[in-house]
C-alpha cells in the first residue's frame, strides 16, 4: 500500500473569467496595454487605508471630471472598493492629459509613484487633509562631512519619500542600508576644504534620522552601464526580511524602529520592457494577494517573499531568473492600526458616493443605448428659422442649421413622431404639421409631403436612411386660433417665395404658400408686397431656383396648372426690375456668382495654434484683390502680406505664392490639389517691406545659437549683392544681443558637427555655397565672445568638436576657441571649463582631449602646448596674420581640436530605451 499525497499549485488564470472577488474579497485594474506598472502603484496606495481615507476627503466639488487628476484617482478608489469585478483606469490617465500612445509606453514605478503623490500633495494643501502624505512617507535624512583632525564639521538635513538601495554587490538589505551609511573619506588630492582650517582629511556621509511610518525601498536593480553604454537589469540574488529591524541605522531612536513588509512590487524581464505585478499583504496578518492587473488571487509567504529574491542559490550557476523585487514597501509595526485603519462604505463621503452612482447610471444608460442603436435612428428636424438669413441654393445649409435631433424608434409610426416633436416644441399636434426633406435628381434637397402617410413607421418613410431630415410647419403663435393653412395634398403644391433686394444684394426667405392649378403665378407677388411693404406699382419679376447654377424667369400671368412642371417644395424667387444693383442685376446673376464662392481660411504663418480666420471669396478673384480683402482682416497693407500655400502631407507653410501669380484664386487652388468642395486654406505672414521688394531678394536660412547654446531658426532676406556684414546686420534685428556680450556676430557653416567655414565679413553674399550637398550642412551665427574679439599678435582661434568613441561619430555644437602661440594643455582646460558652464568640473576630468590630423587622432599629454604650426598651413601663414587665419578657409581638411566624452546617460536608470519621463498634464 502506497499513500501519495498530491499538491497542484496553478496560478489564476487571464483571459477566462476570474471571480477575483469571490475568491478573495478584492478586485484588479484593467490593462490598457503597458500600464501594469500602474496598477501595480495603484493598489499598493489603495491599500494604505490612511491615504486612502485622505484622497477620499479631498474637495473635488466643481472639478472638471474629464481633467481632474483627484477626482479620477477618487473615483479609481471607489471602485476598487464598492465594485465586484476589474475597475478601469482610462479616466485617471485621461485625466493626467495622457494619450493613447502613452498607456502602451511603460514607465519607472519609482518615478511614476512620486509624481502622483507630489500632485496629491499639492492638492491636498489648503484643506482638511493637508500634510497627510509627508506624515506617511516623510523621512529625515542628514548628510555630513566631519573633519578628523580638527573640530569642524558640516551637516545639512533633508527630507526623503524613499530610499534607493544599492543592490550591486549586495545579499540583503540590510547590507545596502550599512553601505548607505558607510562614510567615504575624503583624502589626498580629495581633500576637504574646511575654510579657516584649509584641505582637511575628513568623512562624508549620511545618518538618518527619522524613517517614516510607511517606507519605501526602490531595489536598483536597472543601472546605467557605461562599459556597454547602455542600461542593464541586475538579477543578482536579493534578500529581504518579512520583519526589518532598522533601529541600529537611526542616529537618535525614539521609537522602535522594527517594520513590517507590506508589499513586493515585482519585475518580470529585462531592461528592455516586461511586466510588473505586486503581492501585499492588506493587513499584515500573514495572509498575500497577488494583484496582477485585472486578476487577484491568493498567495503564500514564499510566492511573495522567497520566489522573488532573484538570482539563484547556488551561486556556481550563471542563471539568473528575471522576475525579482524592484520595489518594497514596509510599515511601522507601532503604527500600522493607524495606517492600516479599517475603512467601510460609510466612510466615504456622501457626496462622493452619490457623484459616482450617478455616473454609473449615466454610463449604463449610454451602454443600453449603444447596445439598442440599430432599433433607433436620428431624426433631425427645423422650422423655419433657419431659412432666414440663408443666402445660398436651397432653402438652409443643414451643417449650420443646427437642427432639433430626436432618437427614434424605427418602428415608431409618423403620427407617434409628430407627438414627440410637438410635445418637445409645445405645440399640440394639429399645431403643426411635418414635410420630410428628399434628395432631388438635380442634387437639391426640398421638403415634400406626408400627409397620407401618418400611419407609416419612420424607417418606410425615411427609406430606410438616416437620420431623416424634416421641415416642422406650425401655427402662428400670435395668433393660434388661426391654425395651420388648409393643404390637400392631391389639389394643391406647397411653394417656398425668397425675395432678393437689388439694392443690398441680399437673399430674404418670405414664406410658404399653397397652390392649386388654377392659381395665377403672379399672385405670389403680393406676399412680397405685403412682407417687404412695396407699393403696388412697384414692377416685379419672378423665378424660379432650379438648381445651382440654373434659375429660371417665369411668366407671371400664367396659371400654375400652365407649367410644364411643378413639383412640392419649389422654391420661386422675386426681385424688383425697376432698380439696378451695385454688384448683380438679376437673381440670375446672383446665383451664377454664388457658384463660384469659396470660403478660405487663413492662419498666421509664424504661429501654429493659430486658427485663422475664415473668408468667403470669389474664385475669380486675383491675387492683388485677395490680398487687399485680407489685409481689410487682418488691419494691414496688402502690399505687406506674403501668402502660402499648405504643404500636401502636413497642415504647415509649404512653399510661397509669388505675388505676381496671374491665374485666378480657382487656378491657385487647383495648382496644388485642392479640388474638393472643402474649406481651402492659405498661410500669411505679415512683413516689413514691400513684398515686391522682398521677392527681389535672395531667402537666406540660418540658425542662431545664443549664450545658452540654444538654437533658433532664422529667416533673412537679404539683397543679392550684400556682404557678410550686411546679413548680419540683418540677423540682429531678429536676435537678441547678451548685454555683457561683445555685440559682434560672426558666420560659420557647420556639417556633420564640425565647423568648416568662418566667413569674414567683406565676403560677398552671393559666393557663398554649400561645400557639400547635405542636409546635414547649416550656417549658424553667433555672437563672437569678448575674449576673442582682441585677439594679440600670438593668438589664433582652433575648430573644437564633440566626439565619442571614433571622430567620425560627432555630436552637440562645434566651436572656435582662442589658444596663445605656446600655451599648454592644462591652462587650455582651465579655460574651457569657464566656458562650460553646466558641466561641473568632475565631469570635464573625464574629457579627453586629442589633435586630429587628416583623420588621425592623436591624444595629448599633459605636457602638451599649442601651437600654430600644428593647426595652421605654412601657406595660409604666409597670406595672413595667424589671428586671422581661421578666416574664409576650408577648415575641414586642416587640423582640429577632439573633445572624446561619452553622451551624457540618463539622469536616473530606466529599464527600457522608449521610456520617456512621466508628466501629469493636468491639475
Known amino acids: 500500500k502506497i499513500n501519495l499525497n498530491l499538491e497542484v499549485a496553478a496560478d489564476a488564470p487571464h483571459g477566462v473569467h476570474w471571480d477575483s472577488k469571490k475568491y478573495t474579497g478584492y478586485v484588479g485594474l484593467k490593462n490598457q496595454g503597458a500600464t501594469c506598472y500602474m496598477n501595480s502603484v495603484l493598489q499598493t496606495l489603495y491599500f494604505t487605508s490612511q491615504l486612502r481615507k485622505a484622497v477620499y476627503k479631498m474637495p473635488t466639488d466643481g472639478d472638471d471630471v ?99 538601495l544599492n543592490i550591486k554587490g549586495k545579499r540583503t538589505v540590510i547590507e545596502s542600508f550599512e553601505d548607505y551609511i558607510t562614510p567615504e573619506i ?139 523585487a524592484y520595489m518594497l514597501v514596509y510599515i ?50 427645423v422650422t423655419d428659422d433657419p431659412f432666414h438669413g440663408y443666402q445660398g441654393n436651397d432653402l438652409l445649409n443643414w451643417t449650420t442649421a443646427r437642427p432639433s435631433v430626436y432618437r427614434v424608434k424605427k418602428e415608431s409610426s409618423v403620427r407617434d413622431m409628430e407627438e414627440m416633436i410637438a410635445d ?50 406650425t401655427i402662428d403663435q400670435s395668433n393660434p386660433s388661426k391654425g395651420l393653412m388648409p393643404y390637400k395634398r392631391d389639389e394643391q403644391n406647397i411653394i417656398f417665395l425668397k425675395y432678393f433686394d437689388v439694392m443690398t444684394d441680399t437673399m430674404y426667405y418670405l414664406t410658404h404658400v399653397f397652390l392649386s392649378p388654377d392659381s395665377c403665378i403672379g399672385d405670389v407677388f403680393q406676399h412680397a408686397r405685403d412682407k417687404i411693404g412695396l407699393p403696388a406699382n412697384v414692377p416685379l419679376a419672378l423665378y424660379e431656383e432650379v438648381h445651382a447654377g440654373r434659375t429660371d424667369e417665369l411668366t407671371p400671368t400664367k396659371l400654375l396648372g400652365e407649367m410644364e412642371e411643378v413639383f412640392d417644395g419649389d422654391i420661386w ?56 480683402v485680407v489685409a481689410n482682416c487682418i488691419d494691414s497693407e496688402p502690399n505687406l502680406i506674403q501668402f502660402f500655400k499648405p504643404q500636401s502631407h502636413r497642415d504647415i507653410a509649404g512653399y510661397a505664392i509669388k505675388s505676381h501669380f496671374e491665374g485666378t484664386l480657382k487656378d491657385l487652388f487647383m495648382s496644388y490639389g485642392q479640388r474638393t468642395k472643402s474649406p481651402k486654406k492659405l498661410f500669411y505672414l505679415r512683413l516689413n517691406i514691400a513684398i515686391s521688394e522682398l521677392e527681389s531678394k535672395d531667402h537666406f536660412r540660418c540658425t542662431w545659437l545664443n549664450k ?20 548680419l546686420e540683418e540677423a540682429k534685428k531678429q536676435i537678441e544681443l547678451a548685454p555683457e556680450g561683445s555685440g559682434k556676430l560672426r558666420l560659420l557653416e557647420v556639417y556633420s558637427y564640425r565647423i568648416h567655414r568662418v566667413f569674414s565679413n567683406g565676403v560677398s553674399y552671393h559666393n557663398i555655397q554649400p561645400s557639400m550637398a547635405q542636409q546635414t550642412t547649416c550656417y549658424r551665427v553667433e555672437e563672437i565672445p569678448v575674449e576673442e574679439t582682441r585677439l594679440g599678435p600670438k593668438d589664433f582661434l582652433i575648430p573644437v568638436a564633440h566626439f565619442h568613441q571614433t571622430i567620425f561619430q560627432c555630436f552637440n555644437h562645434p566651436f572656435l576657441f582662442k589658444v596663445t602661440e605656446g600655451e599648454a594643455l592644462q591652462s587650455v582646460r582651465t579655460r574651457m571649463l569657464e566656458r562650460f558652464k553646466d558641466i561641473s568640473e568632475k565631469e570635464f576630468e573625464k574629457y579627453k582631449f586629442s589633435l586630429i590630423t587628416h583623420g588621425r587622432m592623436t591624444p595629448l599629454n599633459d605636457d602638451f602646448t599649442f601651437n600654430s604650426s600644428d593647426f595652421i598651413t605654412n601657406v595660409d601663414k604666409d597670406t595672413k596674420p595667424i589671428t586671422e587665419a581661421h578666416l574664409d578657409v576650408f577648415l575641414h581638411s586642416r587640423p582640429w581640436l577632439g573633445l572624446e566624452h561619452a553622451l551624457k546617460p540618463p539622469k536616473r536608470s530606466r529599464y527600457t530605451y522608449v521610456e520617456k519621463p512621466v508628466k501629469i498634464h493636468n491639475q
Open 708 to 727: 545658452h547654446r540654444e538654437e533658433t531658426v532664422l529667416s533673412l532676406y537679404v539683397a543679392k549683392n550684400v556682404t557678410i556684414a550686411e546679413l
Open 66 to 164: 474629464n481633467k481632474s487628476v483627484a477626482l479620477a484617482l477618487q473615483r479609481v478608489f471607489y471602485e476598487l472598493q464598492t465594485s465586484d469585478c476589474a475597475v478601469a483606469t482610462k479616466k485617471l490617465t485621461k485625466s493626467f492629459g495622457w494619450e493613447a500612445l502613452d498607456s502602451f509606453m511603460q514607465h519607472d514605478v519609482q518615478e511614476f509613484c512620486r509624481v502622483l503623490l507630489d500632485h496629491m500633495e499639492n492638492k491636498m494643501k489648503g484643506t482638511c487633509v493637508e500634510g497627510t502624505i509627508p506624515k506617511l512617507l516623510e523621512g529625515k535624512v542628514c548628510s555630513y562631512i566631519s573633519c578628523m583632525n580638527v573640530d569642524y564639521e558640516s551637516k545639512r538635513s533633508e527630507s526623503f519619500f524613499d530610499i534607493q
Open 332 to 381: 511601522k509595526e507601532s503604527q500600522k492600526d493607524d495606517v492600516l485603519t479599517n475603512i467601510i462604505d460609510d466612510d466615504i463621503p456622501i457626496n462622493l458616493t452619490s457623484f459616482f452612482e450617478e455616473e454609473k447610471r449615466e454610463e449604463a444608460l449610454r451602454r443600453k443605448e449603444k447596445q439598442e442603436a440599430h432599433l433607433y435612428m436620428s431624426v433631425e428636424a
Open 424 to 473: 418637445n416644441m409645445g405645440y399640440q399636434v394639429d399645431g403643426i404639421r411635418l414635410w420630410v426633406f428628399q434628395s432631388r435628381a438635380n442634387s437639391t434637397i426640398r421638403p415634400a409631403p406626408i400627409e397620407n402617410e401618418r400611419e407609416k413607421t419612420i424607417w418606410e418613410v425615411a427609406e430606410k436612411e438616416t437620420p431623416l431630415k424634416v421641415f416642422v410647419e
Open 186 to 324: 575624503l583624502e589626498g588630492d580629495n581633500k576637504y576644504d574646511a575654510g579657516t582650517y584649509g584641505l582637511q582629511d575628513a568623512k562624508k556621509g549620511t545618518k538618518f534620522q527619522k524613517f517614516p511610518p510607511v517606507l519605501y525601498l526602490q531595489l536598483m536593480r536597472f543601472q546605467y552601464d557605461p562599459l556597454m553604454d547602455m542600461n542593464v537589469k541586475i538579477n543578482d540574488r536579493y534578500e529581504f526580511p518579512e520583519t526589518l529591524d532598522l533601529n541600529e541605522f537611526i542616529e537618535n531612536p525614539t521609537d522602535n524602529e522594527r517594520f513590517s513588509l507590506f508589499a513586493v512590487l515585482v519585475h518580470s524581464g529585462d531592461n528592455h520592457g516586461g511586466h510588473y505585478v505586486a503581492y501585499i499583504s492588506p493587513k499584515l496578518d500573514g495572509k498575500w494577494f497577488k494583484f496582477d492587473d485585472d486578476v487577484v488571487s491568493k498567495s503564500n509567504r514564499t510566492e511573495a517573499i522567497e520566489n522573488n529574491f532573484g538570482g539563484s542559490e547556488d551561486e556556481s550557476l550563471n542563471v539568473r531568473h528575471c522576475t525579482n
Open 573 to 628: 424667387v422675386i426681385q424688383r426690375t425697376d432698380v439696378t444693383g451695385k454688384f448683380h442685376n438679376t437673381v440670375d446673376d446672383y446665383f451664377r456668382d454664388l457658384n463660384n464662392r469659396i470660403s478660405v481660411q487663413f492662419c498666421d504663418k509664424n504661429n501654429p495654434a493659430d486658427p485663422g480666420f475664415h473668408v468667403v471669396l470669389n474664385q475669380k478673384m486675383t491675387y492683388n484683390e485677395v490680398a487687399e
